[in-house]
């Protein structure tokens, strides 16, 4: 099968919805699909098999800055990709989102599956048209119930529940970085709804000894580091490379997730999981999709650096504790492999197809 999958969002920009659009490609291509990436691209694309549509405009969108091309030249190029692939089926992510996605719907060049990744509300279904837009789909699917009501909310339609890949075989390879002190590890953008605050707040709270890596950068970055400078303990490594990441959360004693909202699908958990190390996070209702009763993470309520501060030392300080975690969390992350979300979209796929040439 011959699959197009357009990301809205730049592929040199880390963020969610690009690790999985990438992932997904490799786990189609491995299964011996020709699948081919359109997206924005700032530089270099970031892999084989990606078409890039141009440079991205920092936007604000739901709490963050979203990395996209609604800019006509983008419109231009993913026309002329579109024709000139000539794809069995196109898989929108984010399909809303200004930018090429919209640009796919318009065209409607091929059966098109959509997948919504966020959740928390977005000023994009308000835009007219959206509604109309959204019924071009053959198929649309949702990383987790709260992006499938977001979207039902916002456009109407039926919504096929799915998950969020991760790819087992990248974090078992890693090798792991160590500092020899407990260490934990934070990735994510430095903006408030992250809440990186609450968690450089519970630093003071815990014993010397503990180190903070704190990875990616963001428009707080500069003011935290201010603020923290004097704590010796936390290291700013800014933005990394996907090796130095997974090696990273791999050598970690325990990764931390301290979200405050908006979040829909916990895939930072189950990368961490997969590289068997032991997570404490907010108790978000989209990280629930991934911890079902709290044997594969520890969840503190959002916002509370007390109570996040004694489940970081709870983990640090109970080896058994934290081999527990690991033991349930990897389970766990192996029923969400990227090769098992490929034969998931596949069968979308085929049924798109067959509902196209039924009518």
Not at 75 to 101: I, K
Not at 126 to 154: F, K, N, Q
Not at 168 to 186: E, H, M, Q, V, W
Not at 322 to 349: H, N
Request: aromatic share 6%; net charge neutral; with cysteine.
């Amino acid at each position: 099968m011959r699959i197009g999958i357009i990301s809205p969002y730049s592929l040199t920009s880390a963020g969610g919805v690009q690790v999985q659009v990438l992932g997904l490609a490799r786990a189609l291509a491995a299964k011996g699909h020709d699948a081919r990436v359109l997206a924005p691209c700032d530089g270099a694309p970031p892999q084989t098999g990606v078409t890039p549509l141009g440079a991205s405009i920092p936007t604000f969108a739901n709490g963050s800055v979203a990395p996209i091309a609604p800019d006509f030249a983008c419109t231009l190029r993913t026309v002329r990709a579109l024709r000139d692939e000539a794809f069995d089926v196109v898989h929108l992510h984010e399909p809303l989102c200004p930018g090429p996605t919209q640009t796919a719907l318009f065209l409607r060049s091929a059966p098109t599956v959509g997948t919504w990744h966020a959740a928390g509300g977005s000023l994009a279904y308000l835009v007219p048209g959206t509604r109309w837009l959204a019924t071009r789909m053959e198929i649309r699917a949702a990383v987790s119930a709260d992006a499938a009501e977001m979207a039902h909310d916002g456009v109407g339609g039926e919504y096929e529940v799915v998950f969020n890949g991760v790819e087992l075989d990248l974090f078992d390879s890693a090798i792991p970085k160590r500092n020899g002190a407990p260490t934990i590890a934070y990735i994510g953008r430095h903006e408030p709804r992250k809440g990186l605050t609450v968690l450089l707040d519970a630093m003071s709270r815990l014993p010397e000894g503990v180190r903070l890596w704190v990875m990616s950068r963001g428009p707080q970055t500069e003011e935290l580091q201010r603020r923290y400078q004097r704590d010796t303990r936390i290291e700013w490594l800014g933005r990394v490379s996907e090796t130095e990441k997974l090696e990273r959360i791999k050598g970690a004693d325990v990764f931390c997730v301290p979200s405050l909202r908006g979040e829909s699908f916990g895939v930072v958990l189950l990368e961490a999981m997969a590289a068997r190390t032991p997570v404490v996070a907010s108790d978000l209702g989209g990280y629930r999709n991934v911890v079902r009763v709290g044997d594969e993470a520890v969840l503190v309520p959002p916002g509370d650096s007390a109570a996040l501060a004694s489940a970081l030392i709870e983990v640090l300080k109970q080896p058994d504790r934290a081999a527990d975690l690991v033991a349930a969390g990897r389970q766990r992350a192996e029923q969400f492999s990227m090769a098992r979300l490929a034969d998931t979209y596949v069968d979308m796929y085929e049924r798109a197809i067959a509902k196209r040439n039924a009518g």
